[in-house]
């Protein structure tokens, strides 16, 4: 019977490697999770200067029964490097889909997995770099613990989003 809770990571550089898992989810509504900053950059929160969300994580804040789903946000300065998988649904009774925000001031390599659906309305997907590139990417990149995972590689210079995977968030209705 409750609303999931609230859950910030933050710090310089924040990851989530292996089969990590946020879940803030609640029965009438999902939580919030903040990985790296605030929507946009903006808020009191330290904003991390790199994020990376490894192809095993998940971060679940949905609305289990009844109500919509929560609020994730994935915030880097300068590079956010997202290949994991986001769950933001309404419940399962009833409810709209959640907001979820992977973006960067400067390099955002967006290959994960977003659900934002919903009984009612489905969610939103805010993907916020400086300059993009939509493209067929390969999304199973592997991603493990280390300075290195903190910096794009010299293939992904530019911002970068999987066209797959804004297709099946546009096809779920996100």
């Known amino acids: 019977g409750e609303v999931g809770g609230s859950v910030k990571v933050l710090g310089d550089k924040v990851g989530l490697f292996d089969s990590a898992r946020i879940d803030a989810s609640g029965d009438v509504g999902g939580g919030e999770v903040l990985l ?100 067929g990417a390969t999304a199973n990149m592997t991603v493990g613990a280390g300075s290195s995972s903190f910096t794009p590689d010299g293939s992904a210079l530019t911002a970068t989003i999987d066209v797959a995977a804004i297709v099946t968030a546009l096809e779920a209705g996100t």
């Not at 991390?48 to 880097?76: E, F, H, K, P, Q």
């Open 36 to 135: 790296g900053g605030n929507y946009l950059g903006r808020g009191p929160e330290q904003n991390a200067t790199a994020t990376v969300l490894g192809s095993a994580t998940n971060v679940v804040a949905d609305a289990l029964t009844n109500g919509d789903g929560g609020r994730v946000i994935v915030w880097s300065d300068n590079y956010t490097g997202f290949y994991g998988n986001i769950s933001v649904r309404g419940g399962a009774l009833a409810g709209d889909g959640g907001f979820v925000e992977t973006s960067s001031k400067v390099n955002l390599q967006a290959l994960g997995s977003v659900d934002a659906t919903g009984l009612g309305s489905g969610g939103t997907w805010l993907l916020d770099p400086t300059d993009v590139t939509i493209a």
